[in-house]
């Protein structure tokens, strides 16, 4: 008899499994009732804070219901590191990721069908595809794990396509219980996961998402750059910048370098070698601020995450709330920082205009897309096949994010598939190859990877191909880490252009193409997804002006029940009156009445005013048509 078929296991029996494998003596409270309810066998939504643990309650149920326990999952990095802690507490777990040898998928995937059990991850895409559909049919699945579940949702902050495909498994594996973990989900994307996981009754446990040591602040500031200085001045231990762009996150880090901070970016535009540098490194303390884009955070485990900061104000509250949470997960006081000047609500008000491509936008994508296909209007293809976001991005006159959007939009209409793309690294000519043989540039030690290059792919001049990281670099003699930074050089001086994972996609038409002309969306997809984006940037937008508690207000969003006020953030806990220093900064050479005002906390108003005052009785300031300015030499 199995687990699956024996009385649900006790909270003393669980507890049990929980010492002996991981070593804690119980579960956190917020805890039990996830592993009670997946314990059973039956469908339950977790919806628990940042930082609660939500991977024990999936690993135990998966563990003691027995068979093959299936977990999606929506980031490589995040699958290696849990299949490293389950092997290294002496469990059976394997990934199943792009980029597998052939033989090495098979592997997985027969010792999945005709082992044991234990845990098998697997990114959302991989369902699509027939070798796994017919392996999965198979394997003895009891449990099913939807892990950053809100990513299944067409109104979560994380929208993937491909996690629409989830549900499916239910047809496979009727009996399987699911467990989906989230934690950011409003009433309307929980609702939007149960429906489309094929979730009839399923058990729903809220957790608050307070935690009551996070503290969350927003200080209104007249230079970004200046105030971000300051904050660094402030650190006491390790903390996270979060940018809007790559270029920021390189000029933010190259910034508090240059002040003698330890900094460093991490960005998707960034060598896998160099992100992980930096993150490891900043792991291990040895470097203290990572400025960095949303492509950092997710499944990074951290614990002792002091500080937070945005340099931007962000679009969405889920993703705020998943960004700041990274703070403070040992429980000890942490800080959540979002710095506003007078230009930063301007850039969050074109940043949500730009999130959706236009109709015509889509159109365009769509035209460039069949000329990279080289597919008429009407044809079927045969098979899938790789296309280059940012050449789509290029041809049609948009950023790549609109363009990548637009393949979604065009997926979620049901015109094309987007399947998983290789994970291996394509590379193709710019400049003509036979002429840089002929007349090759004076590049330094960049030459010798070039002249790698040209003798193994020379003659490729209107092709793409894999490029093998590993022989280039040895044969060019040259390390990993050097190499990589030898071909972004080439990139950045148009020798060559390079097309990583993330800038890739597989995709194959439905049925046949549909004209670049008259293809309409249904209204509904692109205009819920527009009225969405404006709703939640409505919310931030609130949430930088309330008066009450901040933590109160971020959680009016997805707590049915509103706790009391938090009483550590700066709407709870004013900070102390301004300092002369902080006064002048706010000043700068000069500064109007009116942006003074909205900068200065209303508590402190009227002590600044009689600062002014006094200061310009020592001939420190002077003001005019209500306009303060500072007299040189004199502060």
Known sequence: MTQADKSPPTLPA??????????????????????????????????????????????????????????????????ADQVQGLKARGLAAEALTNGLRKEEAERILDNARFGPGGFLFVAPERLSQPAFQTACMAMDVRTIAVDEAHCVSQWGHAFRSDYLEVGQLRNWHPNAGWIALTATATEKVAADIEQLLGMTRPHRIRVGMRRPNLSFAVHQVQDRHAAIVDWGHRLKGSAILYVRTRREAESMAAMLSAHGFSAA??????SRVDRDDHQSQWIAGSLRILACTTAFGMGIDKPDVRHIAHAHIPESPEGYIQEAGRAGRDSIAAEATLFVDASAMEEAERHVARQWPSPATIRTVLQALSNQLAIAHGAVMEEPQEVWVAHLAEKSGCPMQLARKSLDLMARAGWLEILPANTTTLMRWIQEPTSLMQNPPELSSDGRILAALLSRHGREKQTHWVLDSASIFAEAGCSEKSGWQHLRRLTELSIVAMATPTERASVQFKSARPSAKTARLPAAILEDRMRDSEERWAFMRSYLQTDGCRAQFLESLFDAEVTAPCGICDRCAPPSPPTERQIEDWIGERISFAELQRMVPSE???????TLEHWRAQGRVSWKDGVVFIIPGKT
């Open 14 to 79: 669980l507890e049990q499994v929980l010492r002996q494998h991981w070593g804690f003596a119980a579960f956190r409270p917020s805890q039990v009732p996830v592993v009670l309810s997946g314990a059973s066998g039956g469908d339950t939504l977790a919806i628990l804070p940042t930082g609660g643990g939500k991977s024990i309650c999936y690993q135990v149920p998966g563990l003691v219901r027995g068979g093959v326990c299936l977990v999606i999952s929506p980031l490589v990095a995040l699958m």
């Open 265 to 270: 970016p991490y960005h998707a535009g960034m």
């Open 604 to 610: 402190h108003r009227e002590e600044v005013r009689n």
